[in-house]
Nanobody
Framework: QVQLQESGPGLVKPSQTLSVTCTVS??????????WSWIRQPPGKELEWVGT???????YYRPSLKSRTSISRDTSENQFTLRLSSVTPEDTAVYYC????????????????WGQGTQVTVSS
C-alpha cells in the first residue's frame, strides 16, 4: 500500500518561496509508470492541480503557475518537493501530494493515493 506524507512550513511570508515535501512509502517514485502530483485547495474553493513529476523525472506544471513552480525529487529518500516562489496570500491553501495515472487532474477520484494534506498560510 502506497502512503504519502506531506511536510511543510505552515506559515510563509509574502514574496518568499513555499517549499513542501512529500515522503512516499510502500512504493518507489521511480517505479512502475505513475504520476506524482501536487494539488492544492484554497479556502472555500475547489481542488486545483499544481504540478507533477513522473517516474522518469519529467515535470509538468499548471500553466498559470508555471513561472513560479518547481518540482524536484530525491530518489534516495523517495521524496518529491514542490517549490512555489513569490507567494501571495492567494497561495494560501491545503497542499496535497497524490499519485495516480492521470496527468493534470483536479478531481480526487483521478488519484489512487493521497497524503493527508498540509496547511500553508501566506501572511506577514
Amino acid at each position: 500500500q502506497v502512503q504519502l506524507q506531506e511536510s511543510g512550513p505552515g506559515l510563509v511570508k509574502p514574496s518568499q518561496t513555499l517549499s513542501v515535501t512529500c515522503t512516499v512509502s510502500g512504493g518507489s517514485i521511480t517505479g512502475a509508470w505513475r504520476y506524482w502530483s501536487w494539488i492544492r485547495q484554497p479556502p472555500g474553493k475547489e481542488l486545483e492541480w499544481v504540478g507533477t513529476i513522473d517516474s522518469s523525472g519529467r515535470t509538468y506544471y499548471r500553466p498559470s503557475l508555471k513561472s513560479r513552480t518547481s518540482i524536484s525529487r530525491d530518489t534516495s529518500e523517495n521524496q518529491f518537493t514542490l517549490r512555489l516562489s513569490s507567494v501571495t496570500p492567494e497561495d494560501t491553501a491545503v497542499y496535497y501530494c497524490a499519485s495516480g495515472r492521470v496527468l493534470g487532474a483536479s478531481v480526487r477520484n483521478d488519484y489512487e493515493y493521497w497524503g493527508q494534506g498540509t496547511q500553508v498560510t501566506v501572511s506577514s
